[in-house]
Each structure stands twice: as C-alpha cells, then as structure tokens.
C-alpha cells in the first residue's frame, strides 16, 4: 500500500509514491462559516463548501533518494495546486504547507552496514473533489 503526490493537480507530470504515513496521523477540518447582519439585524449564517482538512502525514523509514525526491517535488509545487491519493485510493485536491521540507536521519547497523533512513512529517490543506 502507499500514497502519491502529483503535480500539477489536473495532469500531473511529476509525481512520487511514498509507503503509508504512519498511523494516527491528526486531522483538522476548516468548515468556514460565515456570518451576515441583514439590514433587520438578524444574523444570518452558512457554510462554505468544500470543507478544508489540514492533515498531518509522518513518514518513517524512508530511503535518502526518495527523501531528496520529496524536496525536489515541494520545491516544484511551492504554491500550485497538488494531487493527494491516500491509502483508500481518494484523491484530495490542495496544497502542501510544509516548506522546507525537514526531517531527522535514522542510522543503523546491519551486518556491518550502515543503513541510513529518514522521518518527516508534511502538512497538506485540501479537500475531496
């Protein structure tokens, strides 16, 4: 199972597929309401649709190459649009918040080999279509 990100969100041209992000990752929804005085004084109020969810997707264990693509792709889509597809095949249309991008490097020994991996968490902002 993983997940992917394109760019730009209508037809990518660049994308990257990443394992999972670890369970338990947070979720905000953003309903925006929005509140109007009629000339009587009444208040009067409704939502704006789509509804924006801010999710907070950590991934651990990951390779330096797929670490170093993942830089690369925020630093191309600073700004545009990005196509998010979670591990149930939806597909979120929005924006990556975190830039630049950091992470921790997890090193450990293997049969005398050093094996170098990686952790970070993206913010991205968008909705389901």
């Known amino acids: 199972m993983s997940v992917e990100f394109g760019h730009p969100y209508a037809t990518p041209t660049l994308t990257l ?7 338990g990752d947070s979720e905000a929804i953003d309903v925006k309401t929005q509140f109007k005085s009629a000339m009587n004084g009444d208040i009067h109020s409704h939502r704006r649709t789509p509804e ?17 693509d993942m830089i690369t792709f925020i630093e191309t889509s600073v700004g545009d649009e ?3 597809t979670d591990y149930n095949s939806d597909v979120w249309r929005g924006y990556i918040l975190t830039n630049p991008l950091e992470g921790s490097t997890v ?8 094996i170098e991996t990686y952790t970070f968490t993206i913010e991205y902002q968008g909705y389901i279509p």
């Open 17 to 23: 597929e990443l394992r999972n992000p670890e369970l």
């Open 52 to 68: 924006n969810h801010r999710l907070l997707l950590s991934f651990t264990a990951i390779t330096k190459a797929l670490y170093e």
């Open 82 to 84: 990005v196509r998010y």
């Open 107 to 114: 090193r450990k020994i293997v049969d005398g080999t050093c």
